[in-house]
């Protein structure tokens, strides 16, 4: 049974450019959350996905945007990259109604230099 | 709105005993989780208390008190490995599962 996983694991852009990171979720899983962690903060959500809309959003700009497909794989993109956005940005699945818990993905780190 | 609060760093011995607070504030209660993270490592799942009391499993026990907004994670016989940060997080109070987390408390583990 395949968890959650994410790609790419690391990153670097420079200040300006757009990056897209993507995630699939655990089997079994229609629901998809993005969530921002800084370095020695708590993750801070972005934004959900269930049946390919977006379905709640966190305190973030329009820069950060995310897709979800057919299969329940979610991409996050961010445009204009700012030295602000380095963080690592994990990904978590669950089950719509089958309760609170989300399984987290191993996160894409990313560096805007 | 919602309002986590835990202390940013804690230092206990090997094989001993620690307790990690968590005091919240918020408008509508639906469970609260506590999460254990290794550094660059995906949060994992610990705990979920809706009760009060005390919840124990293996060598983790969490404790919830709705009433004081206060919850606590209990690590026994501490082992190097646990040193980690130790995240409380709480379900939005409006509704859907969104997920609104504290700061962590980074644990270290000392022989």
């Known amino acids: 049974d395949a968890g959650v996983t994410q790609s790419p694991t690391h990153l670097i852009k420079t200040r300006g450019q757009q990056v897209t990171l993507r995630c699939s979720p655990k089997s079994g899983h229609d629901t998809v959350s993005w969530y921002q962690q800084a370095l020695g903060q708590g993750p801070q959500f972005i934004f959900q996905y269930y049946e390919e809309e977006e379905r709640q959003r966190g305190n973030f700009p329009d820069r950060f945007s995310g897709h979800q497909f057919p299969n329940y794989s979610s991409e996050l993109n961010v445009n204009a990259l700012l030295l602000g956005d380095s963080a690592l940005y994990l990904c978590?699945?669950?089950?719509?109604?089958?309760?609170?818990?989300?399984?987290f993905g191993p996160g894409t780190r990313l560096t805007v230099t | 709105g919602q309002n986590i609060d835990q202390p940013t760093e804690m230092t206990a011995t090997e094989g001993a005993i620690v307790q990690i607070n968590c005091t919240y504030q918020?408008?509508?209660?639906?469970?609260l989780f506590w999460y254990q993270q290794h550094a660059g490592e995906a949060p994992t799942f610990l705990s979920y208390?809706?009760?009060?009391g005390l919840e124990e499993k293996g060598r983790f026990s969490s404790f919830l008190s709705r009433s004081k907004g206060y919850s606590y994670l209990l690590l026994k016989e501490l082992q190097m490995k646990d040193s980690a940060s130790y995240l409380c997080?709480?379900?939005?109070?409006?509704?859907?599962?969104?997920?609104?987390f504290g700061t962590g408390t980074q644990l270290k583990v000392e022989l």
């Open positions: 997080a709480m379900p939005w109070s409006g509704g859907g599962n969104k997920l609104t």
């Open positions: 978590a699945s669950s089950l719509r109604g089958a309760g609170y818990e989300q399984y």
């Open positions: 208390n809706v009760l009060d």
């Open positions: 918020t408008s509508g209660f639906n469970g």
